[in-house]
């Protein structure tokens, strides 16, 4: 069974870089075909996919988030990470990693999130 955790600092303070890092066990983050994304929550907002990292590690952002964001990995610990620099206050969601498969915008496992918030 594949399991993802999110981690990192609940707070960030504007204008600094967010980093997060998702641990996967279960499954190796280069096995043949998945994709390892970040999705973010903003309050009372829908899902924002942000960004993906392929088992081959090439990666993928979000067009209107491409220009601040960041995603690499670290096989030997099977983990990959999310940077989002430059963050305000509209960068507050809860964050999540998920594995998505050849379909694409199909994710079949998610961590459990995690707040982060931008203060004022």
């Known amino acids: 069974q594949v399991q993802l955790q999110e981690s990192g600092p609940g707070l960030v303070k504007p204008s600094q870089t967010l980093s997060l890092t998702c641990t996967v066990s279960?499954?190796?983050?280069?096995?043949?075909?998945?994709?390892w994304s970040w999705i973010r929550q903003p309050p009372g907002k829908g899902l924002e996919w942000m960004g993906a990292?392929?088992?081959?590690?090439?990666?993928y952002y979000s067009p209107s988030l491409k220009s601040r964001t960041s995603i690499s990995r670290d096989t030997s610990k099977n983990q990959f990470t999310l940077q989002l620099s430059s963050v305000t206050p509209e960068d507050t969601a809860v964050y999540y990693c998920?594995?998505?498969?050849?379909?694409?915008?199909?994710?079949?496992?998610w961590g459990q999130g995690t707040q982060v918030t931008v203060s004022s």
């Open positions: 279960g499954g190796s983050i280069t096995t043949n075909y998945y994709y």
């Open positions: 990292i392929a088992y081959s590690g090439s990666t």
């Open positions: 998920a594995r998505a498969g050849m379909s694409g915008d199909e994710y079949d496992y």
